[in-house]
C-alpha cells in the first residue's frame, strides 16, 4: 500500500504553516525511517517515489516498521518543539496519518 504526499516543491507539506514545522516534520520523518526495520533513507524514498493522478507521491511505506513507543517518542521528540498545542496535536496527527512507517509493537 502507498500513500499520497504532495510533490510540489513550493508547498510540500501542505497542512503545515511555515518553514520551521515543515523542517521538523522532514527530519521527524527521516529519523523514524532510519530506526524503521529494515532502516530506510526517507530522502532516498522521496526522491525515487512515483507521482500519482492527483500529482502527490507515493512512497512504500507499509515496507518498514517501528515499535509503537519508538514511534512516538521520536514524534513528540519533534512535536514539543511546535506551538500552540493545537499545532502541536496537528503535526503529530500529520505524521500518524502520513507516510510513517508502519506501527507495531515490539514485545506485546
Not at 38 to 46: E, I, K, Q, R
Not at 52 to 80: H, M, T, V
Amino acid at each position: 500500500m502507498q500513500i499520497p504526499f504532495p510533490a510540489q516543491n513550493q508547498n510540500t507539506m501542505a497542512v503545515t504553516s511555515n518553514k520551521k514545522e515543515e523542517q521538523l516534520m522532514l527530519d521527524c520523518y527521516r529519523e523514524l525511517y532510519a530506526k524503521s526495520n529494515p532502516v530506510g533513507d526517507f530522502d532516498v524514498l522521496m526522491a525515487e517515489a512515483t507521482i500519482n493522478k492527483r500529482g502527490e507521491k507515493e512512497i512504500p511505506f507499509d515496507d518498514y516498521e517501528i515499535d509503537d513507543g519508538l514511534l512516538r517518542e521520536i514524534i513528540d521528540k519533534y512535536a514539543k518543539q511546535i506551538y500552540p498545542k493545537w499545532k502541536r496535536l496537528r503535526f503529530r496527527n500529520t505524521i500518524f496519518l502520513g507516510c510513517s512507517p508502519r506501527s507495531i509493537n515490539v514485545g506485546h
